[in-house]
C-alpha cells in the first residue's frame, strides 16, 4: 500500500498512537520517525536518544515513550517539541523493551532481568525487580517483551526461562501503593519475543523465536519459530 523511508539503519520497534493513526518508528540510526497514516505521509524526526532505539510506545496522549541503548527512557512531548529523560541509575542496564500502561505511567523490561515501573513526573523508577526471568549463570535473564493492557493495572513480560509472566502494577498516590506484584505465568518454550495483550485481556499474541528479537548471540535449538495464542483467564 505505502513504503515510507528515511531511517539509515534497521528499524527496530513501531508503535502506533492508541485509537489513531499516527506511526512511530524507532531505529539503530538513534532516531525516531514520526508518520501520519491519514495522510499516508513522514511529519517529522524526534533526535535524543545517543544510541540505538530498542523500543517505542505511545497511548492517547500525543506523548511517544521510548527506550535506547544509551540507559536512558525518554518521554516526548510533540507539542512542546521537547523530551523527559528517565535513568535508572548505575546498576540498571539498557531497556531493550517498554510499555505505557497509562498516558503517565509506563514499565521498562532490561536486558539484566531488571522490571521497572516509571511515573513521567519523577525522574526515577517508582519501584523495580530484579532478576523477574531468574538467571542464566550469575547473570539476570534479559527480558525481551513487554505489554501492557492500556489504561489497566495488568501486563505481561516475556524472556527466554519458559515463560510468561503476568503482572499487576499500583499507581496510586501513596509511595506505599505504588509498586508492582507477579500474578501469574503460562508456560512457554523459546524466546518470547513480542506480546500483545488482546483489548479486553482474554487472549494474548506472541511472538516467539530460537533466538532474541536484536541478536543472535544465543539460541535455544528446540524451540519453534512461531505465532502463539494464548487464552487468559478473566
Not at 528515511?6 to 531505529?27: E, M, N
Not at 522490571?115 to 547473570?139: F, M, P, Q, R
Not at 517483551?145 to 492500556?150: G, R, Y
Not at 495483550?197 to 512461531?226: H, M, S, Y
Request: glycine share 10%.
Amino acid at each position: 500500500v505505502a513504503e515510507f523511508k528515511g531511517h539509515k539503519a534497521p528499524v527496530t520497534c513501531l508503535s502506533f498512537r492508541s485509537h489513531s493513526y499516527q506511526l512511530f518508528s524507532g531505529s539503530e540510526d538513534r532516531c525516531i520517525r514520526h508518520f501520519s497514516l491519514d495522510e499516508m505521509t513522514y511529519l517529522e524526526t524526534l533526535y535524543g536518544h545517543q544510541a540505538g532505539i530498542t523500543s517505542i510506545d505511545c497511548h492517547r496522549k500525543e506523548r511517544p515513550i521510548s527506550a535506547g541503548r544509551d540507559r536512558t527512557a525518554r518521554a516526548w512531548k510533540l507539542s512542546e517539541d521537547t523530551h523527559l529523560i528517565f535513568r535508572g541509575g548505575s546498576k540498571v542496564t539498557a531497556a531493550d523493551c517498554l510499555s505505557a500502561v497509562k498516558d503517565d505511567w509506563f514499565v521498562t523490561g532490561h536486558d539484566n532481568g531488571h522490571l521497572a515501573l516509571w511515573y513521567t513526573e519523577k525522574k526515577k523508577s517508582v519501584a523495580s525487580i530484579e532478576n523477574v526471568h531468574g538467571v542464566d549463570g550469575a547473570v539476570g535473564r534479559g527480558i525481551c517483551s513487554i505489554d501492557a493492557l492500556k489504561s489497566s493495572d495488568l501486563f505481561a513480560s516475556g524472556s527466554s526461562d519458559g515463560y510468561m509472566r503476568l503482572w499487576k502494577v499500583r499507581t496510586r498516590q501513596g509511595l506505599d501503593e505504588r509498586g508492582i506484584d507477579r500474578i501469574g505465568e503460562i508456560p512457554l518454550h523459546g524466546f518470547v519475543n513480542s506480546i500483545v495483550v488482546g483489548p479486553r485481556a482474554d487472549f494474548c499474541l506472541l511472538a516467539i523465536g530460537q533466538e532474541p528479537r536484536l541478536g543472535r548471540w544465543t539460541r535455544i535449538p528446540r524451540a519453534k519459530n512461531r505465532v502463539a495464542l494464548v487464552k487468559l483467564n478473566t
